[in-house]
Structures are given as structure tokens and as C-alpha cells.
């Protein structure tokens, strides 16, 4: 079992960032595949970006060269650095961690997800 609580949300216009966190607990944090996810209002659940054990980072093209993706295992905790946020970027973004020792990014190969925050960016 792995318990994520993710924080860090809110509302922000065009072209600010904003850095969310995601604290893990249950498992040897430093072994585990991280991912960001996110979710709009009648879309599916897509890869934001991931990080493995390793520190090897993946992101998804919508959010590459504006989103960072990091972590540090002596607080178990993994983040989203998210720069030039745009109106698309709305949504509710998720954290989860996978068994898989490589990044994957179908949402139904992790196994564990956070609550959730909203992320709501304003024009």
C-alpha cells in the first residue's frame, strides 16, 4: 500500500506557475515510478509527465519545455514544477505510482492515486 496526498493547487492566470507536491507514504518512496496525471471536466485521464526511481523523466508533449517534474527521496515527496500555465492546463491533477520499474503512461498500470487538486487557470 501507498498513501499520496498531493497539494500545491489553485487558481492562477495565464503565464503563472504554480508547483505542486505529492507526499508518499507506505512503500520505499525512493523505488517507486512517479507519475502526474490530469483530468478536465469531461475528458479522460491523461500523463502529464513521470519520473522513475532513477531520476529519468518522460513528459507528456502538451507540457514539455513548461512543466518540470522532480523529486527528493529524503522527504518522499515528488513535484510538479508548472511554468506559462495556460487555459488548457485546466484540470484536476492527480499523483500515482506504479509497480512498474520504468515510466508507463496508460493510467491503469498504476496502482495507486492521490485525491486529487484542481488546478484552475484563468485567461
Known amino acids: 500500500q501507498v498513501q499520496l496526498v498531493e497539494s500545491g493547487g489553485g487558481l492562477v492566470q495565464a503565464g503563472a506557475s504554480l508547483r505542486l507536491s505529492c507526499a508518499a507514504s507506505?512503500?520505499?518512496?525512493?523505488?517507486?515510478?512517479m507519475g502526474w496525471f490530469r483530468q478536465a471536466p469531461g475528458k479522460e485521464r491523461e500523463f502529464v509527465a513521470g519520473?522513475?526511481?532513477?531520476?529519468?523523466?518522460t513528459y507528456a508533449d502538451s507540457v514539455k519545455g513548461r512543466f518540470t517534474i522532480s523529486r527528493d527521496n529524503a522527504k518522499n515527496t515528488v513535484y510538479l514544477q508548472m511554468n506559462s500555465l495556460k487555459p488548457e492546463d485546466t484540470a484536476v491533477y492527480y499523483c500515482a505510482t506504479t509497480t512498474a520499474s520504468i515510466i508507463v503512461i496508460s493510467p491503469s498500470l498504476y496502482n495507486w492515486w492521490g485525491q486529487g487538486t484542481q488546478v484552475t487557470v484563468s485567461s
Open positions: 507506505g512503500r520505499t518512496f525512493s523505488t517507486l515510478t
Open positions: 519520473i522513475s526511481w532513477s531520476g529519468r523523466s
